[in-house]
């Protein structure tokens, strides 16, 4: 399967399971992660960004003091894709490393 090939449901059901800290909302997936200190928030947001260009897919970013909320889909594809899946790992990753946990009412 191309890389931006939409998923299909089931494809996207698995892949989701995978990121409990997602949600779906229709061809996109979400998260809101909340740092232990608005530099600690905008230092995942460096990283992510870095992360972004590196695999040339770019995340809407929601700053909001501590809390940070990432959107993912695929435009061009108009549909959520292993590029989201992939970035949305990454995220996590990355959100950890930061000291994130799950926001609250996400």
């Given at each position: 399967m191309p890389y931006a090939t939409p998923l299909t449901e089931a494809e996207a059901d698995e892949a989701l399971r995978a990121l409990p800290a997602w949600a779906r909302e229709g061809a996109s997936i979400?998260?809101?992660?909340?740092?232990?200190?608005?530099?600690?928030?905008?230092?995942?947001?460096?990283?992510?960004a870095d992360a972004a260009e590196n695999a040339d897919h770019h995340p809407d970013i929601d700053i909001r003091w501590k809390r940070v909320s990432f959107r993912l889909t695929t435009h061009a594809a108009k549909a959520l894709t292993r590029r989201d899946v992939d970035l949305a790992t990454r995220i996590d990753q990355l959100a950890a490393r930061e000291g994130g946990i799950e926001s609250p009412g996400r």
């Open positions: 979400r998260r809101t992660v909340e740092l232990p200190t608005f530099r600690a928030a905008i230092a995942l947001v460096d990283a992510v």
